[in-house]
């Protein structure tokens, strides 16, 4: 259970909608967990083919929220640029181990 999913929000101007109904499916299955460090959501805002995309970023303890909505598996993203879309801020050095000093 170590695969990444992502998601396409659209561009900056809409993203904000899909990611309060992602943040709403989240919420109930992170709960269920036991809210582990592991499992979060990122966003990062991409280069798309027009226009700049953000991408939700689903860590691999959160496949069944990634699932509900869709999300594709993809490889773990890069750190940079990342935003904590939900779950425990604990999740950087949980899922980020290489970069904490």
Avoid at 16 to 30: C, D, G, H, K, L
Avoid at 34 to 63: D, N, Q, W
Avoid at 70 to 83: F, H, N, Q, T, V
Wanted: glycine residues 6%; contains cysteine; charged residues 25%.
């Amino acid at each position: 259970m170590k695969t990444w999913r992502s998601k396409p929000l659209g561009d900056g101007m809409w993203a904000p909608i899909a990611a309060a109904q992602i943040e709403e499916v989240f919420r109930s299955t992170f709960a269920t967990a036991g809210k582990p460090a592991e499992m979060a959501i990122f966003t990062r805002h991409e280069e798309g083919s027009l226009h700049c995309e953000v991408i939700a970023y689903f860590s691999p303890v959160a496949e069944d929220a990634a699932k509900e909505v869709d999300a594709r598996p993809c490889e773990r993203p890069a750190r940079d640029g990342l935003s904590l879309l939900a779950g425990d801020e604990n999740c950087w050095s949980a899922l980020f181990p290489e970069c904490e000093a």
